[in-house]
């Protein structure tokens, strides 16, 4: 069965950093580029960081560029994001989902919940 | 960045209905290697979203035929025929050509 389990959310005060991680099972997950999307509550999807399948480039949305992090690690199939001066506008779902293949093979975690709030 | 207009807001339809949703881009989609990279979600209620078309036309693994996607290079329609009620929740459109990687609003089907 193929998973996606997130993990690391949870309270913070602004300023804060988190780190979350993603472990993926069920599937080859160093052939895949793998993504960050956030999810505000009641809004819609942000995309907010990439990996290449071999870590050879990452990328990032503005809003977060300069404090986040995104890293691999392909011999724990595990996904990562840090987060650093976390602020309110932050909360939301984290959801960790692989780029969709040529064949439309794609995979998304349940997400994890991040709320930055004094 | 590529922004992604949906259309409508909500949409309710009768079961055995169809219902078609629109999302334009603001710049083309088509890749000089001729793939339009245009891909359509569904979030049901409390859950992840999931893959139902990609590639602008491609059914999605598991996805009843009753989905469909059409377009142009920045024009796209999803097309949900004959609707059943384990279709309602918030459709998405998202452009994967380049970064930032971009959503449409989302659009809430319900069912009347």
């Known amino acids: 069965e193929v998973q996606l389990v997130e993990s690391g959310g949870g309270l913070v005060q602004p300023g804060s950093s988190l780190k979350l991680s993603c472990v993926a099972s069920?599937?080859?997950?160093?052939?895949?580029?793998m993504n960050w999307i956030r999810q505000a509550p009641k809004k819609g999807l942000e995309w907010i960081a990439l990996?290449?399948?071999?870590?050879?480039?990452?990328y990032y949305a503005d809003s977060v560029k300069g404090r986040f992090t995104i890293s691999r690690d392909n011999s724990k199939n595990t996904l990562y994001l840090e987060m650093n001066s976390l602020r309110s506008e932050d909360t939301a779902m984290y959801y960790c989902?692989?780029?969709?293949?040529?064949?439309?093979?794609?995979?998304w975690g349940q997400g994890t919940l991040v709320t930055v709030s004094s | 960045d590529i922004v992604m207009t949906q259309a409508p807001l909500s949409v309710s339809v009768t079961p055995g209905e169809s219902a078609s949703i629109s999302c334009r881009s603001s710049?083309?989609?088509?890749?000089?290697?001729?793939?339009?990279?245009v891909y359509w979600y569904l979030q049901k209620p409390g859950k992840s979203p999931q893959l139902l078309i990609y590639?602008?036309?491609n059914l999605a693994s598991g996805v009843p035929d009753r989905f469909s996607g059409s377009g142009s290079e920045t024009d796209f329609t999803l097309k949900i025929s004959r609707v059943e009620a384990e279709d309602v929740g918030i459709y998405y459109c998202?452009?994967?050509?380049?970064?930032?990687?971009?959503f449409g609003s989302g659009t809430k089907l319900e069912i009347k």
């Open positions: 590639r602008m036309s």
């Open positions: 990996i290449y399948y071999d870590s050879s480039n990452k």
């Open positions: 069920g599937f080859t997950f160093s052939n895949y580029g």
């Open positions: 989902a692989n780029i969709p293949s040529e064949f439309g093979v794609a995979y």
């Open positions: 998202g452009q994967l050509l380049e970064n930032p990687l971009t």
């Open positions: 710049k083309s989609l088509l890749h000089s290697n001729g793939i339009t990279y």
